[in-house]
């Protein structure tokens, strides 16, 4: 996926219908479709985008607009590639600090 193409279904969902209906879906999409036009690395984006839509279902008994679950569909594969290959630096740095430490 690419900035463009995140932003484009950013777009498309957020001129949903039902989505134009729920202010503060509509809000939050917009945040970060600025954010990401403000040069945010997309990838980011998408895991930000991810939280929300996971905070969303959460708080509202696991119903969403269709369009809101097409997008978190749409960004999955980037915002878990980005999560994994983050969470895979902060382990390999952590290990280091403990090599060093323990062959001091």
Same mark, same amino acid.
């Given at each position: 996926m690419s900035e463009k193409e995140l932003f484009d279904l950013i777009n498309r969902a957020y001129s949903d219908?039902? @989505?134009e209906r729920d202010r503060d879906i509509r809000t939050r999409l917009l945040k970060l479709a600025r954010?990401?036009?403000?040069?945010?690395?997309?990838? @980011?984006?998408?895991v930000?985008?991810?939280?929300? @839509?996971?905070?969303?279902?959460?708080?509202?008994w696991l119903r969403a607009p269709?369009?809101?679950?097409?997008l978190s569909?749409? @960004?999955d594969v980037d915002?878990?590639?980005y999560?994994?290959?983050n969470?895979?630096?902060v382990w390999i740095s952590g290990m280091e600090k403990r090599v060093t430490v323990e062959s001091n």
């Open positions: 219908p039902e @989505i954010e990401l036009d403000d040069g945010e690395n997309y990838k @980011i984006v998408c930000k985008l991810s939280n929300y @839509i996971s905070f969303y279902l959460a708080s509202h269709k369009a809101l679950l097409q569909q749409s @960004i915002a878990n590639d999560r994994g290959s969470a895979n630096s």
